[in-house]
């Protein structure tokens, strides 16, 4: 590939059209089929949502979004003087109807969601949820930015086809990443939407700065036009399997009567809810002095301080099981 590589210079506002092209073909695999002016390169789905933010909400917008939440971990949104305003899931996903209940906020808002293998709480949206969310959201015309960072990540079959496949009046915003599959210091994702927003955002992006690194961008386009992602994917996924399984069983071993969990379906976390009532300030702090660091729920909704964010997929297979072990050693103590 260095041979191939001429002087890099920057790339058109949108991003390298060959990686467009490529990154079509890719979501076509997805049932999503667009063109390569409705879609805009980005440093990541980061900031896709902070091009978002600048370019198309308006001070003041309510952003609906899943309660627990990625987004409430970022200031991005809140420091743009915009009110988040949660949702309550369940198994099946965040749950439509109560939008309803929010009426009163409802101008000039949109919907953020993360329907697949959804962070924090590893949930898979069910394809009749989906329905359901597109057809209150086009009924009540609020606009989706749907992430799926996660959505390649499947362990046990492929999830549900995304929000935008459903998409009928182009009032879906998809966001994609290589950061999760691939690595998050390439800084490459996408985002896909009408060609209008999409000029519009682009603009912005060069105005930020200049677009996403050309070197990145021909990476990410070798990944694609090999064939390699694919091959990659399957890797990722089959490691992802043998890691969930050793959470689950270190789960089960140590902490069955001190927590409760799901099996993710795919993705990175498993989201446990430690029976006990505690302050998760005072676990964090007994966890780090014994060597575990914690991701605590309250970062994700303040009101889940009972929740910890376990990932299965960075730290390696025996400290997993030793994180794991500690974590019941400390909570039983407690
Ligand atoms: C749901 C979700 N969206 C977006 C991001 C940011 O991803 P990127 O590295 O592509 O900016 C993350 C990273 O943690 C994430 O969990």
Known sequence: MAAQITPLSYEEPRGNERLRIAICRYLETKGIYTSPSSILIVSGALQALQL??????????????????????????QSAEMKLSGLPMDDAGLIPNEIFKLKHQKESA????????????GILMREKRRIELMRICEKEQI???E?????????????????????????VLYLGSLSKTLSP??????????????????????????????????????????????????????QLKIRREVAMQALTDYLKRLASWCEPKGGFFIWV????????????????????????????????????RLSYAFAPIDEIK?????LGKIIQSM
């Open 52 to 77: 978002i933010s600048i370019g198309l909400l308006r001070k003041g917008s309510t952003i609906f979004l899943e309660r627990p939440s990625y987004l409430f971990s970022l200031s991005m949104f």
């Open 110 to 121: 949109v919907l953020y969601t993360i329907p697949t293998f959804h962070n924090p709480t």
């Open 143 to 145: 606009p989706i930015i």
């Open 147 to 171: 992430d799926n960072v996660y959505g390649d990540l499947w362990i046990d079959m492929p999830p549900p086809a995304p929000l935008k496949t459903l998409d009928k009046y182009g009032s």
């Open 185 to 238: 210091g390439l800084r490459i994702g996408w985002m896909v939407g009408p060609e209008s927003v999409i000029e519009r955002l682009s603009d912005l992006k060069m105005q930020t700065d200049y677009g996403s690194s050309s070197l990145s961008q021909r990476v990410a386009l070798e990944w694609f036009s090999s064939g390699l992602y694919e091959e990659h994917l399957n890797n990722v996924r089959e």
């Open 273 to 308: 809810k430690v029976s006990k009532q505690m302050q998760n300030k005072h676990l964090f702090e007994r966890a780090l002095a014994e060597g575990v660091l914690l991701n605590p729920g309250n970062i994700y909704a303040k009101e889940a301080y009972q929740y910890l």
């Open 322 to 326: 030793e994180g794991i072990y500690r």
